[in-house]
């Protein structure tokens, strides 16, 4: 930081003319341009900031912490979707849909009532994939909701069947 302190001359009185007029009658006039563009944040500045970042955690942080879910259970209605397509290609192949609730696994190894078995109709190499949540999709056919179908689920984020965090192939609410 460097202050230069000169002595003022006639001009420099002169240009002084907007309310300076106490420094202009003191012997010195320190100059501190410099000192100003280097002073970095004041603390108004820095108190500005930190509102700024406390408004945006407390905004931001909400809205992705709620994104992780929707995602969740995005992925949960495509996978439901893709075993949907699969489980019609085994029907299209064997006549009927997997039976009982086990019908996923006939998705990967063919059971002993399906000669034209053309699988395996799943790419997963590690079985049957879990749901988000990490447990088993819920198979039953023929279903309780498509009685001339069958039922394919997950039970959501809570982990228990039969409430609105399902993702489900039937219409729910009915
Ligand atoms: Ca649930």
Redesign the pocket.
Known sequence: MKITITKPNPNDEARMTNGQSSAANSSFVIRHSSFRRRGGFTLIELLLVMVILGILAAIVVPKFANRGEQARQTAAKTQIGAFSTALSAFEVDNGYYPRGKDGLMALMKPPSDAPSWKGAYLEEKGGIPTDPWGRPYLYECPGKHNTSGYDISS????????????VTNWQQGK
């Open positions: 039970a959501g984020f809570d982990g228990r069947e039969g409430n609105e965090d399902d």
